[in-house]
């Protein structure tokens, strides 16, 4: 579990639902033990181990107990854990329960169709922010919200209008889309520009407007991965990538984002489900991809050298 993943654990906790929380190795130990939720109003939550249930994907067989026994699953891990936590989710969830992705990036809802049914899965994709320390605590850094939707646009089944409402008892703002392809690229677009970037840079969103140089690298990137989604068939209407990318990076100055923790804590980043989704779909549509290629050779690079003496 993630640090967005800590954000739902949190405020899903101030809900009447039952909660199974799915982590593993040490984070798992130190959940079991409670959850400190830092808020970005400023104040702190101590939501205490007893009132979830920790499930250590790493210690073994799924306890008996827990098989089929929850209506949704939110999977908002790594994208490199994405195979293994669609096969819990098969596992925990009820034969009518849904199971929905947030995690950056593409490719994950249909990870999850090929394990439980298309009918089952929905996708989703969250402005929520958050960082977590050392000490396993999670710190909100901007509150957001979550849109969820079918692949196919079709209504939301009784199942999901409770998810939705589960989400809304939790203050995580939900908002259903008839049109999540479009919801999930603009995320992307997004993340392809900040993302790698500051990573590489090894600076905060806020220095992108701060350096132009900087600032150009993040703003082509973005717009070679705008070109792939409307060749892609992905409605973006009139989307101004300037505006929107300026806009992103003035409120979220402050963030270090999610790829500049990986590299700093010699963790694999999410690089091959961002950039490398927008390189390998452009090759596929024939449209050049050079500033999405070279970012993705550089934290690839940045990775390989990290398992050098």
């Known amino acids: 579990m993630g640090s967005v993943g800590g954000v739902l654990l949190g405020c899903l906790s101030d809900t009447d639902s039952e909660i199974v929380c799915v982590s ?4 798992a130990e130190s959940l079991e033990a409670g959850l400190t939720l830092h808020t970005p109003e400023g104040t702190v939550e101590m939501i205490p181990g007893e009132r979830y249930v920790v499930l250590d994907s790493e210690s073994g067989p799924l306890p008996e107990t827990l098989f089929g026994s929850c209506d949704a699953a939110i999977i908002t891990g790594k994208a490199d854990s994405t195979e293994a936590l669609s096969s819990v989710a098969e596992d925990l969830l009820s034969s009518e329960g849904v ?10 809802a249909e990870i ?13 994709s ?5 960082w977590r320390d050392g000490d396993g605590a999670v710190h909100w850094t901007g509150r957001g919200s979550i849109g969820l939707g079918r692949n196919d646009g079709s209504d939301p089944r009784q199942v999901t209008s409770d998810l939705i409402d589960t989400l809304g008892d939790a203050c995580l703002n939900p908002k259903w889309s008839s049109d999540i392809r479009s919801v999930i690229w603009g995320k992307l677009l997004i993340n ?11 600076v905060r969103n806020g220095a992108l407007i701060e350096v132009p140089e900087l600032w150009a690298q993040s703003l082509e990137a973005m717009r070679e991965a705008e070109a792939v989604a409307r060749a ?11 505006s929107y990318l300026r806009k992103v990076v003035e409120y979220t100055a402050e963030n270090r984002v999610s790829m500049l923790q990986d590299l700093m804590a010699g963790r694999k980043t999410e690089i091959e489900v961002l950039c490398g989704a927008v390189v390998a779909k452009g090759e596929d549509l024939g449209i050049p991809t050079p500033r999405n290629e070279i970012l993705l050779a550089l934290v690839r690079g940045i990775e390989m050298s990290q398992h050098f003496d």
Do not use: K
Request: net charge positive; with cysteine; aromatic share 0%.
């Open 192 to 202: 392809v520009a900040i993302n790698p970037v500051c990573a590489i840079a090894g």
């Open 99 to 108: 199971a929905m992705s947030i995690q950056n990036g593409l490719g994950h």
């Open 24 to 27: 593993r190795g040490s984070t």
């Open 126 to 130: 969250t402005t929520h922010s958050a």
């Open 232 to 242: 892609s068939g992905v409605d973006l209407g009139s989307l101004d990538t300037e």
């Open 112 to 124: 999850l169709s090929r394990r439980i049914g298309a009918h089952r899965v929905v996708g989703g």
